[in-house]
């Protein structure tokens, strides 16, 4: 492999590692998730599954920012009905505008976990949530829209 890849090399090669890992096309097709996701890994292969989730949130920041991409955390997102603002949720990262994530480092990666993701999704008209568990041996996440 080259030193030096151009940005279609690097693509595919995203793509490759992505796929080796059992993901979906569907999921490698959105730049934005196909890197997070990639930095997901990364970062737990780094750390290892014993930390707190806001040490996650900060490597996986740190990761996706690296890479060029646009992340804001702790976005806060406005819930409105009928024109009004009427509550607000923390998104722990917003990735590009387009990718809602939740980072947790728990024992298990649950409904609940999911159901914050989706109430995220609602409130921020953003279609797709990545929720992640850093808390096991091996990274789980779930895909929500």
């Given at each position: 492999?080259?030193?030096?890849?151009?940005?279609?090399?690097?693509?595919?090669?995203?793509?490759?590692?992505?796929?080796?890992?059992?993901?979906?096309?569907?999921?490698l097709e959105d730049r934005a998730?196909?890197?997070?996701?990639?930095a997901a890994y990364r970062?737990?292969?780094?750390?290892?599954a014993w930390h707190s989730s806001d040490t996650y949130l900060n490597a996986l920041a740190f990761e996706i920012l690296?890479?060029?991409?646009?992340?804001h955390r702790n976005a806060s997102l406005?819930?409105?009905y009928r024109g009004k603002v009427v509550g607000s949720?923390?998104?722990?990262l917003l990735v590009e505008e387009r990718v809602l994530i939740l980072?947790?480092?728990d024992t298990a990666l649950v409904d609940a976990h999911k159901i914050d993701a989706l109430?995220?999704?609602?409130?921020?008209?953003v279609r797709v949530g990545l929720a992640f568990n850093f808390g096991l041996p091996e990274m789980v996440f779930a895909r929500v829209c």
């Open positions: 492999m080259s030193q030096t890849s151009g940005p279609t090399q690097s693509r595919l090669l995203l793509g490759q590692g992505l796929a080796a890992r059992g993901l979906s096309r569907e999921l998730c196909a890197e997070t996701l990639d970062v737990h292969e780094a750390l290892g690296s890479r060029g991409l646009v992340a406005s819930v409105v949720l923390i998104a722990d980072v947790r480092a109430r995220g999704l609602a409130a921020s008209g």
